[in-house]
């Protein structure tokens, strides 16, 4: 994992993994092999623009999943996904970013809170209480450029700092989950990612997006 800066002065942490199919270079398909393990990935947002693109992916790679059915608020739902499918793993790309953009979410707070952070720590508790690592996907920046951590200056921010961006509520919503989940020890890998470009179209991609903002000014924020 690591620290990356984003455009507008604010930095987000950005993490990537590899994840090797089953059958990839190994055994034919339907022969079990005590040195490969074997996945099967339970993945909650299918509409989105993430929470395709990591179903794409395991189609690709080879490796078994299912989306979840159940809604992020409904614990005993989430229970029942888990029940079913017979997983290894939860991705969650779940949530509440804004249509047309993020600034839906400044006039729909409770819709908001209630998919990003009540829906996101039920998940993740669910998947405690069913020893289940969770990988947390979402987008926005938690941290900006302060005093202690200069534009240029090359110091990151740490895991168990505390989120510092209030440039939107979206974004707010997202320090809620990272911090508080740290702090409860949840066991629990957040991703977040600014600024998605994708070569298709869609409306949740990063330059349809910004086409749907009023005012956006970032390249004269960007370090020279």
């Not at 040195?35 to 990591?54: E, H």
């Not at 470009?197 to 997006?209: A, D, E, G, I, V």
């Amino acid at each position: 994992m690591n620290t990356r800066l984003a455009p507008g002065g604010s930095v987000a942490i950005a993490a990537s993994m590899s994840i090797r199919s089953p059958t990839a270079n190994g055994p034919a398909p339907g022969v079990e092999s005590e040195s490969t393990p074997s996945f099967k990935f339970l993945i909650y947002g299918k509409t989105g623009l993430l929470g395709g693109l990591l179903g794409q992916i395991c189609e690709k790679q080879g490796i078994p999943y299912e989306y979840g059915k159940g809604r992020l608020e409904h614990r005993a739902s989430l229970i029942a996904d888990i029940k079913n499918v017979k997983l290894t793993h939860v991705f969650n790309a779940a949530g509440v970013t804004g249509r047309p953009n993020a600034d839906w979410c400044e006039a729909h707070k409770t819709e908001t809170i209630r998919a990003n952070v009540v829906g996101t720590l039920t998940l993740a508790d669910v998947c405690r209480d069913h020893g289940l690592l969770m990988m947390n996907y979402a987008t926005g920046c938690i941290f900006e450029y302060d005093a202690a951590h200069p534009l240029g200056s090359g110091i990151g921010f740490k895991e168990e700092d505390t989120p510092n961006f209030t440039g939107s509520f979206n974004s707010k919503t997202k320090a809620m989950v990272s911090f508080q989940s740290f702090r409860a020890s949840i066991l629990l890998c957040n991703l977040l990612l600014i600024n998605c470009l994708y070569l298709t179209l869609n409306s949740q991609k990063y330059m349809l997006k910004a086409n749907n903002t009023i005012n956006l000014s970032i390249f004269d924020n960007l370090e020279r």
